[in-house]
């Protein structure tokens, strides 16, 4: 049995969800095309994620409530609603860490009654009919992402930290992480720096490597 109890932190777009949520967002109310060249431009490294999420965001016409009704169907993998009840059962931490937006995620959430759970992500609200979007996790030291989810694994370096991710904002907490489960261009990123992961299809994967671990139990 491990000595500590880990923490479990879950990118969102395309991890917990399947697809990416704010591309379906930006595709669905944008007034142009525009964001399909911001988005080549970020993908490239040649825009930071506050400017491509500024602009899409500046460019998107419709509401907070519009855009929290059209996200809130959303399909999510099934095995994470395991794994939340399996971390609950042991008071383990699930630590929802992202690039999209905290409204959009609680509302998602909510849908698949997972609601209550620590959410680290941008924020997002109306001012003067627009929607603006606001980076309180920005961390200066980091010059690409717009929250940097490092930072919430640095602070519990007392404890294994496992990461589950799939994306180029995945990579710095990778970096910091005990464990981590890749796909997509997280581990092709990963492969290259020769960074040891675990790759996975599905959190059916995740929940089948905790289950093994036979972790100490937090709850009382």
Known sequence: MHSAAPVLFFDFDNTVTQGDVLDRVVERYSASEAWRAWEAQWQAGAM?????????????????????????????DPAFPNIVQWARERGIDVHIVSDNFVPLIEAILRTKRLGGMRVSANELFCADGRLQPRF????????????????????????????????????????VADVVFAKDSLATELARRRVTFRPYGSLDAVLQYLEAQHWMSLAR
């Open 48 to 76: 930071t994620t506050v400017d491509c999420l500024e602009r899409q965001v500046g460019d998107l016409r419709a509401s907070l409530s519009e855009l929290c009704e059209f996200v809130a169907t959303t399909v999510i």
């Open 136 to 175: 309180p996790l920005r961390d200066a030291a980091c010059e690409r992402c717009a929250h940097c989810k490092a930072q919430h694994l640095r602070a519990v370096a007392a404890r294994p930290r496992i990461f589950v991710g799939d994306g180029l904002s995945d990579v710095c907490p990778a970096l």
